[in-house]
């Protein structure tokens, strides 16, 4: 089975003429299907212009070498299929696939294979990857359901949250994707504090840039007994956790290598990245998250501004969280208090007392777990 590698390496010297489309999100280790009558398809012979799979539809295309270049649509999707310039494959809300594709040499290939249920072409969401059968009139089958040879897509990148970005113990974002997928958290920065302490100085967290961290199972809270409004939070652990994401949208991150000053970059791998994580390659671009200051939990934030944050609006945002007022932050940007944050209970005097500790110049108190 190495002749699609042989055929990558082809294909990879082709310059394609027409219009480039943008970056192909489909997995350099599982980009290939087979056609009965015309061999291996590379479904990302060039990354400019391979397949991009949306959301609703794709594009871009595939190469085969017997047959040449197969167009599956010029990005403006939705596709009504109603003539030859409005034609692609469209990934119908079930995950059937939908329209036509258009080979050079070969015609016009049906991905709307329904009636081969329940072997039709289609996208399945939750592994990723696509399924079942297209035809072509002038070249038979094409088989996407091989369990080794299969076209896989990339997760999306986490997105961030933009209604609260800046936090002190917590990182958080969108997870966008709902593939099965394991979050990476890389250690980019740690503990970079600007202004230093005034009241001691602070713990030096380099020897564990570098390292990564994964997001362990979310857990539903609240952000008081009285208000009830729920969020998800997870903690972070030393080995990958995969599930699907479909479920949690926003979630918030804390664990003991979550600290203040920091930077972080966030992926999504693939299900199929399991167990070979350090050389996957079905992985998204990274989300760069930046933690706040010691105790820095309302505007302004430091960083971008250069002050010497925590002050006294930070404390009186902290009791009014306390007291569950209207318009008090969050719980992820409250909590500060303890080696890891705990979501569960309400914000009490541990955290308000640890903001003014931060207020008074004392440098944050707490060390990073190491893994084994």
């Known amino acids: 089975m190495t002749r699609p590698f042989i055929k990558l390496f082809l294909c990879a010297s082709l310059n394609w003429a027409g219009v480039a489309y943008g970056q192909s999100n ?21 990354p400019e212009n391979g397949v991009i799979a949306g959301t609703e539809y794709l594009s871009g295309y595939i190469w085969a070498e ?17 003539d030859d310039t409005d034609f692609g494959v469209n990934i119908l809300p079930d995950g059937d696939l939908d329209g036509f594709a258009w080979g050079e040499n070969i015609g016009w290939i049906n991905f709307d294979t329904s009636g081969q249920a329940p072997n039709q072409a289609r996208f399945d969401f939750a592994a990723g990857r696509f399924r079942g059968y297209a035809w072509g009139e002038n070249i038979g ?21 933009t209604d609260n970005p800046d936090k002190t113990r917590f990182v958080s974002f ?19 504090v600007n202004p230093p302490y005034s009241g001691g100085a602070s713990v030096p967290f380099t020897a564990f840039e570098g390292q990564v961290r994964w997001v362990g199972p979310p857990t539903r809270y609240v952000e008081s007994e009285s208000s009830g409004v729920p969020f998800y939070a997870s903690p972070l652990q030393c080995t990958p956790h995969y599930r699907n ?9 804390t664990g003991s290598a979550i600290v203040p000053s ?60 306390f007291k569950s007022a209207l318009g008090a932050p969050i719980k992820a940007r409250a909590a500060l208090a303890g080696s890891v944050p705990d979501p569960g209970p309400d914000i009490g005097f541990t ?22």
Request: hydrophobic share 40%; charged share 15%; proline share 9%.
């Open 174 to 192: 969108s997870v966008a994707t709902t593939q099965e997928a394991a979050i990476r958290v890389w250690l980019t920065s740690l503990h970079h």
């Open 66 to 82: 017997n047959a040449g270049w197969i167009d599956l649509g010029d990005g403006n999707g939705p596709y009504g299929n109603n």
């Open 26 to 46: 489909i997995d350099p280790d599982h980009a290939f299907s087979w056609g009965e009558n015309i061999g291996w398809l590379n479904w990302r012979c060039d």
């Open 141 to 161: 089958w094409i088989n996407l359901d091989d369990a080794l040879r299969f076209i896989e897509v990339i997760p999306p990148s986490p997105t961030p949250d």
């Open 245 to 253: 994401w479909g479920t949690v949208r926003l979630l918030h991150v």
């Open 262 to 321: 920091s930077t972080y970059d966030v992926e999504n791998l693939a299900g199929s990245c399991a167990g070979n994580e350090a050389s996957c390659a079905a992985v998204s671009a990274p989300l760069q998250i930046n933690t706040t200051r010691w105790g820095d939990i309302v505007d302004p934030y430091n960083p971008p501004d250069p002050s010497s944050q925590p002050d006294f609006a930070d404390i009186g945002a902290l009791v009014n969280k």
């Open 351 to 372: 955290h308000i007392s640890a903001c003014v500790d931060a207020f008074k110049g004392l440098p944050y108190p707490y060390t990073i777990a190491a893994c084994p």
